[in-house]
Nanobody, 114 residues
Framework: QVQLVESGGGLVQPGGSLRLSCAASRSIASFYSMAWYRQAPGKQRELVAR?????NYADYVKGRFTIFRDNAKNTVYLQMNSLKSDDTAVYYC??????????WGQGTQVTVSS
């Protein structure tokens, strides 16, 4: 089992920045995958960014968002810059210790509005 605690969401103006954190209850050093997803009202959950042996981003966040991990803190982060109103959503952390197992965080709300 892996428990995930997300933090860092909130209200930010367009063009602003936020950093989301996802702290895991055990070591992430050997995890197969760590990722961030988001779900806007009335829409399906979608992948934002993922770290496996490489790093991948959805086209709509490339150049603005960065996913990175700190193994010493068992934490994965999502740095979000140049935020737009379309980025408003609940953001979820997802980890896969192995390819066949997946855990989700509780979600953190990000609202981009003036």
């Amino acid at each position: 089992q892996v428990q995930l605690v997300e933090s860092g969401g909130g209200l930010v103006q367009p063009g602003g920045s936020l950093r989301l954190s996802c702290a895991a209850s055990r070591s992430i050093a050997s995890f197969y995958s760590m990722a961030w997803y988001r779900q806007a009202p009335g829409k399906q959950r979608e992948l934002v960014a993922r770290i496996t042996t490489s790093t991948n981003y959805a086209d709509y966040v490339k150049g603005r968002f960065t996913i990175f991990r700190d193994n010493a803190k068992n934490t994965v982060y999502l740095q979000m810059n140049s935020l737009k109103s379309d980025d408003t959503a609940v953001y979820y952390c997802n980890v896969q210790p192995v390819i066949t197992t997946s855990y989700w965080g509780q979600g953190t709300q990000v609202t981009v509005s003036s």
